[in-house]
């Protein structure tokens, strides 16, 4: 089940790139307060850029963060599509093809998002399990 947390005292930087770059910190913020350690950020594998590689407990974890400035195009989750989804399947296989174990594994979700009007501040909501690894095809 996705876990909501809201910061009524954040504001959303101006800037695409900025913005990217915050919210992937305000996740991984979260996400290390929840327990979970960053192995690494911004992970190249082939063509692929994992947002953040994680671990919790024995489970190796891939992050996908999306922000967005606002939700009139829906959620940030809802761009995330099959082919974005194939993608992260393909970059977690990749990762643990050197691993000397097998670990479990899982794909998770974050969105940040501004709160909406009478609410200020920000939203980040938290989905484990948001992509299955397995293909959906």
Do not use: Q, Y
Not at 60 to 71: F, P, S, W
């Amino acid at each position: 089940a996705p876990r909501r947390r809201h910061f009524p005292e954040l504001t959303l930087p101006k800037s695409a790139r900025a913005r990217g770059a915050f919210g992937e910190a305000l996740a991984e913020r979260c996400l290390c307060s929840a327990g979970l350690v960053v192995l690494d950020r911004n992970r190249r594998v082939g063509p692929d850029e994992l947002d953040r590689v994680m671990r919790d407990g024995d489970s190796l974890v891939v992050v996908e963060v999306k922000t967005r400035c606002g939700l009139r195009g829906g959620r940030p989750a809802e761009s995330v599509g099959a082919r974005k989804r194939e993608r992260l399947r393909r970059a977690l296989a990749r990762l643990v093809e050197s691993s000397p174990t097998e670990p479990r594994r899982r794909i998770d979700l974050v969105e940040v998002f501004p709160a909406e009007p009478p609410e200020v501040g920000l939203w980040l909501v938290w989905t484990p399990h948001a992509v299955p690894v397995e293909s959906e095809r």
